[in-house]
C-alpha cells in the first residue's frame, strides 16, 4: 500500500522560516491510498517523524510539502500559445511587473489557465532550492512541493477561508491564494465585495474555523457574517488544517500548483533505484521462489517421464520380440520403424490377409471406441494354418467387447466372440478375426 506524508514546516513571525543553518520543525499527518489519517503530529523534527516512518516498517512513503502561503507568491500571466516550451520562456516577461524582486531571482510554476490567463506561483529561489534540498533527504520520496493555502477546497464562484490562530489561508475558484492575518479579513472582504459586481447571484464564503480560534476571533467571523455580497458559511473544524488540506487535496478539491518544476523538478511518477528495488523486493522473492520451484517440478516430471517411456519402450519390445523371436536387430529406437515396415510390406498383399493387417485392423478399431473404459488385451495368438487372429480381451462389461466386433465386421472382415465370462465388475471373452 501507498501513502503520502504531508510535512508543513513551522514558521515565524510573517511565514518567515528558520535560515539555512537552522533545523526545521514541522506539522505533519500521513495518509494512506483511501486517504484515511494513519498519524500525525505538531512542530517536530524529521528525525522522530522519520522514527513514525520506520517503526510501521513503510517503505513506499511520498513526500509531499507545503510551504506557509506568505512565501509564495500567486500571480497571473497572459501567455501566447499553447507549447509548454515557449510558455515557460515568455513567463518571466509576463509576470515580472507583479514582483516585488528581481526576477532573475526568482522561481516560477506554471499552474492551470483559468479563462485567458494562467495561473503562477512565485518564491524566492533561495528559499526554493533550501525547501528542495531539506525535502530531498528524508527517506521518503519527495513528490511535491506546493503553497499550503493552494490546497484549500474550493468550488465555482466559491471562496474559502480557513482560520487558524492569528492567521488565515485563503483560496479562490480563480486559482488564486494567500495567507492573511486573521485580524484583517473584514478589510479583505471588502475588497472582495467591490470586485464582486452587481451579479444577482451571491458567490459563497466558507469559513473553516477551529473552536480555540473561533472563541479568540468571534468578532471577527461576526463582522465577516454581515457581509451583504458574500453568502457566509461558518464551519467548525474539528480535524485540524493541516487534515483539511491533506483531505482536499486526496479527493482533488484543488489544483494546486506544483512548485517542482524546471530545475527543482522531481520524479513523481517514478522511484530510484533503490528505492524501487525495496517496493518489489517481497514481490522478486515471491517471484525467485516460484521459478525454482517451477524448474525443480519440470526437472522432476522431465526424469519421470523419461524412465516411465523406457519402461513402456522395453515392454513393447518385449512383446515384439515375443512374435517375432527370430529377429535379433530390432531395439527400442528402431522397432517403430521396422514394425511399419513390415505393415506397409503386409498391406501390398492384397487380399490375402495374415497376422499382420489382421492386427492393423483390431488395432484400429480399438483406437476408435469412444469409450475404452478398462477395454485390454490380455494375449494375441495367431494361426497360420488357419489364418485366425484370436485376442484374449478384458473389458469392464460386454457392449466393449461387441463394439469392437461390430468395428471389425464394418471392416468388412469376419469376427466373432468366444468364451465369454461376466463377472460382477467386468466380462473376459476371445475374439476371433479372420479376413472374411
Known sequence: MSYRLYVRPVSGEGGRLPDETAPWRYDWLLQDAGGQVQAQGEAEEKDAIEQVLRQNDLDNVRLTGLLPAENVLWCTAVLPGKQSRYLRQALPFAVEEQLAQDVESVHLALGNRYEDAYSVAAIDEPLMADTVARLSQWSADLHAVYADAALLPVDNGRWTFCIEGSDTLIAGAGGEWCRLQTQNLPVYVETLEAASGDDETLP????????????AHSLVIAALEQSERFSVIVEDLA???????????????????NLSQGPFATDSGTQSPWRAWRAWRAVAVVAGIWFVLQVGLEIGQGIYFERDAQHWQQQALSTYKSIFPRESRVTGQNMKRVLEGKLRLASQQGSNLGFLPLLKQAGYQYSVIPDKGNLEFDSVNYSQDRGELVIEMKADNFDKLNQLKNGLTSAGLEARIGSVVNDKNSARGRITITGG
Request: hydrophobic share 50%; net charge positive.
Open 204 to 215: 459563497v464564503l466558507r469559513i473553516y474555523v477551529t473552536p480555540a480560534a473561533r472563541e
Open 239 to 257: 480535524a485540524s488544517p493541516l487534515e483539511l488540506l491533506a483531505h482536499a487535496h486526496h479527493l482533488r478539491l484543488c489544483q494546486p500548483i
